[in-house]
């Protein structure tokens, strides 16, 4: 990737984390990272164009941080699901719990664009999906119960997070998505 597509994108990603979509000048973006407006418009469309590229290049992170813990075969399934979560929380901590880029996004534009909402929504299809598989693997070596539905835990999961996610950001502490991830995996998995 061309060096000031990708420092414009991690910028990009701060600054939508921060102030939303809507809040985000491309002149505050383009001062931020000291590039010229016809080096933004060279990568990138317009604003649109740039956030959902935003949302790929986030969700490229993580679905790095899905491999990463998913395949681990060290670990049993339900571990290697619950490690993505405590990684994921520890980068919220880490940013100041500013939450989930999808989350955010998809409360803000939802409502307004149909193109936003079917991309935030496709994100989290994804990592639901990849969620699943590891759930699937749970049950099979019956770590959960036999006539669980891997797919609907694993959306009821992200779902749940989202809403931990949004707390959490609201309250600037983990105890939300702390208190979210005991819940599910005590209850929702039987763990």
């Known amino acids: 990737m061309h060096p000031t597509k990708q420092r414009l994108l991690e910028a990009g990603l701060a600054m939508l ?9 491309i002149q505050a973006l383009l001062s ?21 590229l935003v949302i790929d290049w986030y969700m490229q992170q993580v679905h790095a941080g899905l491999d990463l813990c ?8 339900l571990e290697r699901v619950r490690h993505f979560f405590e990684l994921t929380l ?9 939450g989930c880029l999808l989350g955010g996004l998809g409360q803000e534009l939802s409502g307004v664009s149909e193109v936003f909402q079917r991309k935030v929504e ?8 990849r969620i ?51 819940f599910y995996f ?3 998995v039987g763990r």
């Open 186 to 188: 005590q209850s929702a």
């Open 17 to 25: 984390l921060r102030h939303g979509y809507n809040d985000l000048g």
């Open 122 to 129: 496709w994100c989290f299809s994804e990592i639901a999906g």
């Open 90 to 98: 520890q980068s919220y901590r880490d940013e100041g719990y500013m």
């Open 132 to 182: 699943a598989v590891c759930l699937e693997d749970a049950r099979k070596q019956g770590d959960i119960p036999a006539d669980s539905d891997p797919n609907s835990m694993a959306s009821l999961l992200v779902d749940c997070w989202e809403g931990a996610a949004l707390r959490s950001r609201l309250q600037g502490d983990a105890a939300p998505l702390n208190a979210m991830l005991d």
């Open 70 to 77: 998913l395949v681990d075969k060290d670990r049993p399934p």
């Open 32 to 52: 931020a990272t000291s590039t010229p407006k016809g080096s933004f418009y060279h990568h990138f469309k317009d604003k649109e164009n740039f956030a959902l």
